[in-house]
């Protein structure tokens, strides 16, 4: 069987920068082979026209109808119970790493030959679902029936059953599913396109009777495009807007990244005035993120409404529903995966607070939390040069649109090479700099004694006693 396999194995489930790093390749193997590849920790994908890990791919073919069983809206079996009592056993099994007492696993069942259409495998694996007798779609994650999706291994074992299962019998099970399938495929676009074509081509912005925009608004979503609270941001994508209506307007505006082929993030910008269909796939494709489970038709109305209420439909260059509708399409089975970017002003737009009761403004934060940066990652031991090069070298690998120059760098010592970056900062607080920085112990002692009047008395004994012990 052909399959895609991370050329590295893991003893946990991988993180957010391992999944970024992973390389694949393609292998042809048994199933022995393949089965030793998921207990030793590595993740499986079907056979892709590309071994990438972000953009597009193109669904080759699949041996392996591989099912990811954890609790969605239904409770599934646990591993044990599904083995005893499901009518269809798996060719292979296995608990995933955050299993606890089989309550998640993942159940591989392979074929004589490999399917090649994705709506096919589709079908074939609800066949399978329902056949089974114990499991419902409610308990399978719904990435499982995406063979582009990538599916960790294990460091729980993989058990074996020396099982197989002829195509042609999956598919006859199948064929009521393909028939489904094929329906709501035949039904769903043209009764999308219809509406788009039904009366005039373009958007019409004056007209509010059997219109485009009167379909849009009958068929409402429920959901938020533009109420005061915005959706949980688990990533911190969007944290810092103050409502749902600002970040899409945000959004629409045209600042985010998108993940690249050698898997990082890179800034584009699009303004007001041009790009306009880049701006609509853009933030049709953050609209999904913000709402990964919702259904074509919602991303559909949700994109349109984005168009509606931000975008003009110049005279020169009309942008027709048909684009507005291959662009939801694309996106529905190819995700972009465009985010917001993580520039300076938003990540410290915080309320912050001084002694005095003064809000700090978000460049004072900035400063600050930059000039403790750049304190900690500075070695006195090596040129400044070398100091900037590792501090930008350390920037380049976080999401903070910044970057150290030689000449603040500079302007953050004094004649004598230490840092001190205020004139009104407090002596315990320069104190605190220079023991941090490894300063020698009797200049530090020296700066201390000459400044008691100006230190506290509990903090003066106790840098004293720090600093002659």
């Not at 501090?391 to 120059?405: H, P, V």
Request: aromatic share 14%; glycine share 4%.
């Amino acid at each position: 069987m052909d399959y895609q396999i991370s050329t590295k194995g893991y003893e946990t489930k991988p993180n957010d920068p391992q999944w970024k790093s992973m390389k694949w390749e393609r292998v042809s193997s048994d199933t022995p082979t393949l089965i030793s590849y998921l207990q030793s920790g590595h993740t499986y994908r079907a056979n892709l026209d590309s071994v990438s890990n972000s953009g597009k791919k193109r669904f080759i073919s699949s041996q392996v109808i591989l099912l990811d069983i954890e609790k969605k809206t239904d409770n599934p079996p646990v591993l044990k119970d599904f083995i005893e009592f499901s009518k269809i056993k798996p060719s292979f099994y296995y608990e995933s790493f955050s299993s606890k007492e089989g309550n998640r696993y993942r159940l591989g069942y392979i074929l004589d030959k490999p399917v090649t259409d994705i709506h096919e495998y589709k079908a074939m694996t609800k066949a399978i679902i329902d056949y089974t007798g114990v499991l419902t779609e409610g308990m399978v994650d719904p990435k499982s029936y995406d063979p582009r999706q990538n599916f960790c291994g294990t460091n729980k074992g993989v058990e074996w059953t020396c099982r197989a299962y002829r195509k042609s019998d999956i598919r006859k099970i199948a064929e009521k599913f393909i028939e489904e399938d094929t329906e709501k495929i035949i039904d769903e676009k043209p009764v999308h396109k219809l509406t788009f074509e039904e009366y005039d081509l373009m958007c019409d912005f004056t007209a509010t009777d059997g219109t485009f925009e009167a379909w849009i608004r009958d068929n409402s979503t429920g959901l938020p495009f533009a109420s005061e609270t915005p959706p949980t941001d688990l990533d911190e994508t969007y944290f810092y807007y103050d409502n749902y209506i600002t970040l899409v307007r945000k959004l629409v505006n045209g600042s985010y990244y998108h993940l690249c082929d050698d898997g990082k993030y890179r800034n584009n910008t699009f303004h007001d005035g041009e790009h306009r269909r880049k701006k609509i796939i853009t933030n049709c494709s953050l609209l999904h993120q913000i709402y990964p489970s919702c259904s074509l038709k919602e991303l559909l109305v949700l994109t349109c409404q984005m168009f509606l209420l931000f975008f003009s439909n110049d005279k020169e260059d009309k942008i027709g529903r048909p684009f507005i509708w291959k662009t939801v399409i694309n996106e529905w089975y190819e995700p972009m995966n465009a985010k917001t970017p993580y520039t300076i002003k938003k990540r410290f737009k915080f309320k912050l607070y001084d002694d005095e009761g003064k809000r700090i403004h978000w460049k004072k934060q900035s400063m600050i939390h930059y000039s403790e940066l750049c304190l900690s990652m500075y070695d006195f031991s090596i040129p400044i040069e070398e100091n900037l090069k590792a501090l930008n070298e350390y920037l380049s690998t976080t999401k903070d649109d910044f970057r150290f120059s030689l000449s603040l760098i500079e302007s953050y010592l004094d004649k004598e090479n230490l840092f001190w970056f205020s004139d009104k900062e407090k002596p315990i607080k320069t104190l605190k700099r220079m023991v941090k920085s490894g300063v020698a112990r009797k200049e530090c002692l020296d700066f201390l004694l000459s400044n008691k009047d100006y230190i506290g008395r509990k903090q003066f004994y106790e840098y004293k006693k720090r600093l002659t012990e």
